[in-house]
């Protein structure tokens, strides 16, 4: 059984890319693993099964050589929409046996897309640490998007994104299936090297297993 607390982060987040487009880049291992840098740790290998009741695993290395984890379970899948996951936290600062729970909410707004994210059932511990966290990930997130088409695997240049705001509001919950899709990247990719970051908000199907290693 893993333990469960009341703490929670929210972000809301402009993009002035398509949803269709941002909604690729949390579901696409490849993509996933290009952008999904948290603090000094680079993702080594991304398993995506996207499907209500499909797993997901994020595996990551430290320049340390030291290894950690995210893994969970889709319990939510509308394309281009929104995504509901469990996730576990393995090795790193933030292993600490809870299971929360990640909610992400993808709106079109006027050719430009506002990603909601809500991070709940968070221990107390950990607050801070997410709360960090979420606003590197989701500035690097940013970066990958702002390169052109076929560009977003080589180096990204120093820079400053604003990377979003806080935001409060109740979502409802809904179901649908996309299709069972288990793909799966552990090619290697240039780092990204990004200067990140303001909080504040920027403007402007089937069965498939996928692996590539480099």
Known sequence: MFATAPATVQRSVHYPVSREQVFRAWTTPEALKVWWRPGPYISSEVVIDLRPGGQYRISMIHPDGSHASISGTYLEVVAPERLVVTWVSEG???????????????????????????????????????????????????????????????????GRQRCGSIFSKTTSRRSRGWGSRIQRSSNRASPISTTLLECSTISSRGPRTWRAKG
């Open 92 to 158: 790193g600062p933030r292993d600490d046996g809870t299971e929360s729970l990640l909610t992400l909410e993808f709106f079109e707004r006027g050719g430009s897309t506002e990603l909601r994210l809500t991070h709940e059932r968070l221990s107390i511990g950990t607050r801070d640490g997410f709360d960090a966290g979420w606003t590197g990930v989701l500035g690097k997130l940013a970066a990958h998007l702002l390169q052109p088409q076929g560009q977003s695997d080589r180096r990204i240049e120093p």
